[in-house]
């Protein structure tokens, strides 16, 4: 289990550009009128573990897997998306499907590059993405309870629906309350809940401290997760080696990519842990979300080490690295037998007893 980001703005905000680059393919176009991406292109990113590359190497183990994320282009969503415009509905439809959604606003100035409203103004622009995703989340809404009139509803999810409506209608985004309003409008396909990270999309000279763009973005938007990204510069990164990359990201005083500023901030956003399994023919990083028991991440493995879960052996990712075996934490006191109650931790290794 990885986990899905949609990258979604108007029309020549650097969509397809920021993907290629954290993709680090030439997948998606990038040109320079709005909906050049129809379809959305879909790339697929290892999440690389200084962890799990050491747990590797202590296991000798002959295959090392990487958890991912998935990244997907959308095309650009333009006012009125929500009723068809630019193939509003056919986009809104691509964003139902992902986990999170990264929010992209230009924050640069460019006289080559064209803005769909001839002006800069990154704030108007998350207000437009924001109206649109609110008027199909009413459209679902006002569709549901029409089934209320037919009895397909309870009278507790018409209540729900009915004070998600209200919200909605007074132009703000759905809040889900508790798990059960979770469960069921999780099924609905309700597009304002899914969580979400602003970035802003900058010219070189001002990754680092931002600019009039940005800090307009932060003082709208103070609550959001807002990362500040130069698509350009993650471009040309995506083309050197290992060696190129950690040269040329310090001499522009770069000391995250961009990529590992999104996969921070998508798994805090999205609260998830990697858990590692580490043996001789694979070590490997899977993600679960934080909280989980150890039954349920081990389903993740395999859905049947769910139901015949015995026992869970386990280490700290460190003292696996500090021994430098399992066996090895055996015998040092690190390695704790744990059972279906066990809240997995980020960073534990783990080998799992199930019934045959």
């Known amino acids: 289990m990885g986990f899905k980001c949609g990258i979604v703005g108007l029309p020549n905000v650097g969509k397809s550009t920021l993907f290629n680059a954290l993709t680090a393919s030439k997948n998606a176009e990038a040109a320079n009128f709005p909906f050049c991406t129809i379809d959305p292109n879909i790339g697929v990113v290892d999440v690389v573990d200084e962890r799990l590359d050491k747990l590797a190497k ?24 929500s009723k068809g415009e630019g193939l509003g509905n056919k986009f809104l439809s691509h964003i139902r499907e992902v986990d999170a959604i990264i929010h992209l606003v230009r924050c640069f100035d460019s006289e080559k590059i064209t803005h769909v409203n001839s002006k800069i103004n990154p704030t ?93 973005v932060k003082n709208k938007y103070p609550n959001e997760k807002i990362i500040n990204i130069c698509a350009d510069i993650e471009d040309q990164l995506s083309g050197l080696d290992k060696i190129e990359k950690e040269t040329f990201m310090q001499d522009i005083g770069l000391k995250k990519t961009g990529l590992n500023k999104l996969i921070k901030e998508g798994y805090d956003l999205l609260t998830l842990d ?42 700290t990712c ?20 744990e059972g279906k109650d066990y809240i997995v931790k980020d960073g534990d290794v783990l080998y799992f007893r199930v019934n045959p």
């Open 318 to 337: 460190e003292d696996f690295i500090k021994y430098g075996s399992a066996e090895k934490c055996k015998e040092n006191g690190k390695l704790r037998i």
């Open 274 to 315: 990697t858990f590692f399994t580490s043996g001789p023919e694979e070590s490997r990083a899977w993600t679960i979300k934080k909280n989980t028991t150890a039954p349920k991440a081990a389903s993740v493995i395999h859905t049947d080490f769910e139901k015949n879960f015995i026992r869970a052996e386990t280490v």
């Open 124 to 216: 108007d622009d998350l207000e437009t993405i924001k109206t649109e995703i609110i008027l199909s989340d009413l459209d679902i809404i006002q569709k549901k309870l029409e089934k209320s009139k037919r009895k397909l509803l309870d009278e507790k999810q018409v209540r729900i629906l009915e004070e998600k409506l209200n919200l909605l209608n007074k132009g703000h985004e759905v809040i889900i309350n508790d798990l059960e309003e979770e469960k069921f409008l999780s099924n609905i396909g309700l597009l304002s809940t899914k969580p979400k990270i602003i970035v802003c999309n900058v010219d070189e000279e001002n990754l680092s401290e931002g600019n009039d763009y940005t800090k307009q």
């Open 58 to 81: 202590l296991s000798n183990s002959k295959k090392k897997i990487y958890t991912n994320i998935t990244f997907v282009d959308i095309a650009g969503l333009v006012k009125g998306a």
